[in-house]
């Protein structure tokens, strides 16, 4: 039986104990501002790291997410119960939770605080994209999110503005675009970001108001109520015509970049004669207008043969039928058809 | 007052529980084996380029209720495998069973030497050559269509220009009128420059979809389902069932790129179809043209395409006989769903065995 393998008592014993002992120090109302580094967590990575060779491809993307889902509800849920942790009313405590969670999310981005899980939690369209750019890019997705861009842009872009000058000017030229591109892109990108952390500060809100109906029982319910809210408030925010137009210009930004990517990889590419995308596009045109021209031929062709097969098939009847009337003049007609099926075999 | 109950003894138990339903579901998972998709034995009848045309087999048991054969036009997004995931889950099955004769085009996974197909070659070109297949096979001047999404507005451009071969037609979670005020999808793609985009990828990775989609709903599609998965990792067979439907998901062929341009420059961005504007292949389409019998079925609960996207059809279709049918689902759920193999499958070949 493999089971050992993959999961055992040790294991267990080991989130049992440090629950354990987290609960009591709830228990004893410590008032403990920051936990320990959480010791499921480690544990379950630990785990993961060691059994994961052993779970088929299929499955390891999978099992990597619900995992890290988990990590994401308890966290959440630890969270919520250190905050509560020593206070004299836990209300409080729950209102002190979602007042930091709120202003979590007027932070950057990538603040570092007591509730980066949750605010992280609105990272996943984020994340989403940086995975999409990475699949059709030789860079990583994130790669300009860190960048500073703010008081650099002004001055890239005065530098940017020099016309190219002397025999590389065309080259220059291409350069500067290139950067003029990636500045655009890493704006686009910041902009799209702080959109996120405004809903991720209304999801707040509405978790806030949420929980006030309802007692929340579990991590789960928790977890469900917080995706909830930020799957309600994502769909309404993503349909204003704000939204619509960062998107458009966050994709038109990374398609600009890559384009100019493009044009200096073509320049690299023909200056050693090897055919570029351009080149090889006006192929793909040439060759499916080509197909399409065959196709039509073809169907032309096959219209023009059923119709012959038709004619000869009338042509073909009568002569039968006046074979056996035995007119002269009619005979005559058969050998004339025959001839030209011979003719087509 | 906020009331917040959450015990540190229960939370503890609560990551036990869950830690322990993850560590013994790895045991299903290294356990199951080949994630199978497309279960019912099926003949390719005609091959081109990419393209196969299948005919499935009629099930044992089984007879002929229809003499007019059934083709399934399926969206160039993703693959038709969603149609017969599993045997307990197949529309296919379902038509099968109704006594229909069906047939079905799987695209393939176009590559960079299909760059330059448009809607025309596809509508005008690949369709029409696979509809004058089944004619000839079948000795007939006209066949049932059944277009899925994208396919159903493929195949409504195919019987407003061709409505000579299309005897019924049946369209499910088709889009028509591509900007209706719920269409997300719709709104994003506004202000993208689409010529910019295809002129610098080509065509459309399949990454760009499945980021598209999932951003539909991001919470849910790339998070929650799987904390919900864990529920069901105790049961080997739901642990199977899911990684099938991750796998269609993932399994995105990309888009030719001329193709996806006129989809979304001429549909999505200029919504011409209900304008009677669309143009496919140099010629006009007016489905107004389209006087054949109709049947739209739409998803109450699509996320991917608003039911008014669809039901605007029966606007303007210049058919007589149009009917619609509303399933109370989602866009998957039309197909994988229990209460569509119950209800859905047997109404479509009802409406076609009737006509």
């Not at chain 2, 985009?197 to 991001?218: A, Q």
């Not at chain 2, 849910?220 to 990684?243: A, C, H, I, R, W």
Request: glycine residues 8%; contains cysteine; aromatic residues 10%.
């Amino acid at each position: 039986m493999i089971k050992n393998a993959f999961w055992n008592d040790g294991w267990m014993d080991t989130q049992r104990r440090y629950w354990e002992q987290w609960t009591e120090m709830q228990q004893q109302a410590l008032g403990i501002k920051k936990p320990p580094s959480s010791p499921w967590e480690q544990a379950m990575e630990h785990w993961w790291g060691a059994v994961q060779g052993a779970v088929p491809s299929t499955g390891q993307d999978f099992f990597g997410k619900m995992l890290d889902q988990g990590k994401a509800f308890f966290q959440m849920a630890e969270q919520t119960m250190q905050a509560a942790s020593g206070r004299e009313n836990v209300a409080d405590a729950w209102a002190r939770l979602l007042a930091g969670l709120t202003e979590s999310f007027r932070q950057t981005p990538n603040g570092d605080d007591a509730f980066k899980q949750a605010t992280a939690f609105w990272e996943m369209p984020l994340d989403n994209w940086n995975r999409m750019v990475s699949a059709i890019s030789p860079v990583p997705g994130d790669v300009l999110r860190g960048m500073p861009h703010g008081g650099v842009r002004e001055q890239v872009d005065r530098m940017l503005g020099a016309p190219g000058l002397g025999y590389t000017r065309e080259s220059q030229t291409q350069y500067q675009s290139l950067i003029q591109a990636i500045m655009e892109y890493q704006e686009a990108l910041v902009k799209y970001s702080l959109f996120f952390s405004s809903m991720g500060e209304k999801s707040a809100k509405l978790l806030q108001e949420r929980v006030g109906d309802a007692p929340v029982e579990s991590a789960r319910q928790l977890y469900d109520t917080w995706v909830g809210c930020c799957e309600d408030v994502y769909a309404a925010e993503v349909m204003t015509d704000d939204y619509r137009e960062l998107h458009g210009r966050m994709v038109n930004a990374l398609m600009k970049l890559k384009s100019r990517w493009g044009a200096i990889f073509n320049k690299f590419l023909s200056a050693m004669n090897i055919p570029t995308r351009d080149d090889l596009r006006t192929l793909q045109e040439r060759m499916q207008e080509q197909r399409r021209g065959n196709q039509s031929l073809r169907a032309e062709v096959n219209v023009l043969r059923r119709e012959f097969n038709k004619i000869q098939a009338d042509a073909a009847k009568p002569a039968v039928k006046q074979t056996v009337k035995g007119t002269a003049t009619r005979k005559t007609a058969a050998p004339g058809t025959k001839k030209v099926a011979a003719k087509k075999r | 007052m906020i009331n917040f109950q959450i015990r540190p003894d229960k939370l503890a138990e609560e990551m036990v529980e869950y830690s322990r339903k993850l560590g013994q579901g790895i045991e299903h998972l290294i356990d199951v084996g080949e994630i199978d998709t497309g279960v019912s034995p099926r003949t390719p009848v005609y091959r081109e380029d990419k393209l196969v045309l299948y005919r499935y087999d009629r099930p044992q048991g089984v007879t002929a209720s229809n003499d007019t054969p059934l083709l399934i036009v399926y969206a160039l997004v993703n693959r038709p495998y969603m149609t017969d995931i599993q045997e307990d889950r197949s529309t296919i099955r379902g038509l099968l069973a109704s006594g229909q004769d069906v047939y079905l085009i799987d695209w393939g996974y176009p590559d960079s030497s299909d760059f330059a197909l448009t809607m025309g070659d596809y509508i005008n070109g690949y369709i029409d050559r696979c509809v004058d297949q089944v004619c000839e096979a079948h000795g007939l001047d006209s066949i049932n269509i059944l277009g899925i999404c994208q396919g159903g507005t493929f195949s409504l451009c195919y019987t407003a220009l061709h409505s000579e071969k299309v005897r019924n037609l049946v369209t499910m979670v088709t889009p028509v009128d591509f900007k209706t005020p719920n269409d997300m999808l719709s709104a994003w793609v506004q202000h993208i420059d689409i010529d910019m985009l295809v002129d610098t990828v080509g065509n459309i990775p399949g990454e760009m979809l499945n980021w598209t989609f999932l951003s539909l709903k991001p919470f849910s599609l790339t998070g929650q389902k799987y904390v919900n998965m864990v529920d069901l990792l105790d049961d080997p067979k739901k642990v199977k069932n899911f990684l099938r439907m991750e796998k269609w998901i993932f399994d995105s062929p990309d888009q030719a790129g001329e193709t996806f341009r006129q989809f979304i420059r001429d549909f999505y961005q200029k919504n011409v179809l209900i304008a009677g504007e669309a143009e496919i292949g140099g010629d006009r389409v007016d489905l107004g043209n389209i006087t054949c019998p109709v049947l739209n079925i739409y998803a109450q609960q699509d996320h991917l395409v608003p039911p008014d996207a669809s039901t605007s059809l029966g606007g303007y279709v210049g058919s007589d006989d149009y009917s619609e049918l509303a399933f109370p689902g989602g866009h998957i759920g039309i197909y994988v769903s229990g209460r569509a193999q119950k209800q859905l499958t047997p109404a479509i070949g009802k409406w076609l065995n009737a006509r």
